[in-house]
């Protein structure tokens, strides 16, 4: 399994669904940031299932800091998360252990592994392992916040309702970012949240476009070819759950569209090298430029729903129908959203540390 992340700070994740734990390994901190718990909790809060739009399954995530971190700062040692699982209903995936389900990696799973893979929950292939990444974000993005740069994704669109763009940037990052249901329009909220609503009654599942945005990054990130922030921010994007696409800037959108369209044009404001458009979202050459960077995943549709749908039986490779049983999320868009921000901010930090080294993060006020 390739379960590491990073080259500069390597981030590790382990553990399944129904077993004892999950966690996180941290390999290549600063020695001596803090380490905000309250912070970290308040990311985990935001990832936590609510309301009749989430799974039944709430798990305390009463995370233990086991290693790396001494009188609440980064010893610059591995440092290590370990989050208990302690409401797992295992007997609720026996019955149908053999039956692929429709969507998910139980097929796959099972021919890669010779059938020994933990295949309650989904294993090490559940969305549950993304409470490890939001902590492990819980320790950096503070950390990037204090050299001005801040992360915040929203739900661009599901079900055909869409939000707004992102307009003033600072204020649209903190509220999202306090937010448990991350929507800059409130109208569009209630009639998302209502779709999400509608569709959960009807024992199926949505899914939608999420849209990221980045500001105060320095110019000059990114390793041509074959180590561009595109392909970093990419390669970790997708290994998030049920992201099935990932866009930069405007992409798709105008593809179609001339080179004098296209092309951002640069100028100086107040000393500083800026474009007029951001339409290859912050990157050029697989290099920051200075300019927000902006980039849209697309969330595919929770698989677990509760219709009845055609599969096999991977024992007897015979034909079968599955009718799923337990906890399920009807859409997971909003909680992904701040697993999306997780993992941009840890592949961010692991770029600065390539580019200035490790003691760009070491702060006097730290």
């Known amino acids: 399994m390739k379960n590491s992340l990073g080259e500069n700070l390597t981030v590790t994740i382990f553990g399944e669904s129904h077993g004892p734990y999950i966690g996180v390994v941290l390999d290549g901190l600063t020695p001596g940031m803090i380490v905000d718990n309250d912070f970290i909790n308040h990311q985990l809060d935001l990832r936590r299932p609510s309301g009749k739009i989430s799974t039944a399954r709430v798990?305390?995530?009463?995370?233990?800091?086991?290693s790396g971190v001494f009188n609440d700062k980064t010893t610059g040692t591995p440092l290590t998360i370990l989050i208990p699982n302690s409401v797992q209903h295992s007997k609720d995936y026996e019955?149908?252990?053999?039956?692929?389900?429709?969507?998910?990696?139980?097929?796959?799973?099972n021919v890669k592994y010779h059938g020994f893979q933990d295949y309650r929950g989904g294993g090490h292939f559940s969305g549950r392992i993304t409470a490890a990444l939001v902590a492990a974000g819980g320790i950096v993005i503070p950390q990037l916040a204090k050299k001005?740069?801040?992360i915040a994704s929203h739900i661009k669109s599901c079900g055909g309702i869409k939000d707004?763009?992102?307009?003033?940037l600072s204020e649209d990052i903190d509220y999202l970012n306090n937010s448990t249901f991350a929507v800059l329009d409130k109208n569009q909220a209630e009639k998302m949240h209502s779709y999400m609503e509608k569709i959960a009654a009807e024992g199926d599942s949505v899914g939608?476009?999420?849209?990221?945005?980045?500001?105060?990054?320095?110019?000059?990130?990114?390793?041509?070819?074959?180590?561009?922030?595109e392909g970093q921010l990419s390669y970790a994007l997708f290994s998030v759950?049920?992201?099935?696409?990932?866009?930069?800037?405007?992409?798709?959108?105008l593809v179609d569209h001339k080179g004098s369209e296209f092309n951002d044009s640069f100028r100086i404001e107040d000393g500083k090298v800026i474009t007029s458009t951001n339409n290859n979202g912050g990157i050029n050459g697989g290099i920051s430029n200075g300019m927000p960077i902006t980039f849209r995943c697309a969330v595919k549709p929770t698989p677990s729903i509760y219709k009845e749908q055609d599969t096999i039986n991977m024992n007897s490779k015979e034909n079968a129908k599955l009718q799923i049983q337990g906890r399920h999320d009807p859409a997971i868009i909003h909680r992904a959203r701040v697993v999306v921000d997780s993992v941009a901010a840890l592949?961010?930090?692991?770029?600065?540390?390539g580019r200035y080294g490790s003691d760009y993060f070491a702060q006097g006020d730290n």
């Open 59 to 66: 798990e305390k995530d009463q995370y233990i800091l086991a």
């Open 95 to 109: 019955k149908t252990a053999m039956l692929a389900r429709p969507g998910h990696a139980d097929y796959t799973a």
């Open 148 to 150: 001005g740069i801040k």
């Open 164 to 168: 707004r763009d992102f307009e003033n």
């Open 208 to 229: 939608g476009v999420l849209e990221s945005l980045v500001v105060g990054l320095p110019a000059g990130l990114g390793e041509p070819w074959f180590g561009t922030l």
């Open 241 to 253: 759950p049920a992201v099935k696409g990932v866009q930069f800037g405007a992409a798709f959108d």
């Open 347 to 353: 592949v961010l930090y692991d770029a600065l540390l």
